[in-house]
């Protein structure tokens, strides 16, 4: 119990910041996941494609 009354006046007692993100760390955000996305599909396309063809002839 102690330990919610800490965590509740350290959160009363910091610094509010208004401030949202930006349009612009959002689209830094996006760009980053469309980067992972896009090399992850390049890296590991041709053998994920390659595991479900072979599973697919065994069925």
Known sequence: MQM???IAAYLRS???NDEG??????S???????V???AGVTLF????ND???NL???F
């Open 28 to 34: 830094l955000l996006v760009s980053l996941i469309a």
């Open 14 to 16: 910091r610094p509010k």
């Open 21 to 26: 993100a930006t349009a612009v760390e959002y």
């Open 51 to 53: 595991v479900f063809t």
């Open 36 to 38: 992972v996305i896009i």
């Open 45 to 48: 396309g041709g053998h994920i």
């Open 4 to 6: 919610f009354t800490m």
């Open 56 to 58: 697919s002839k065994k």
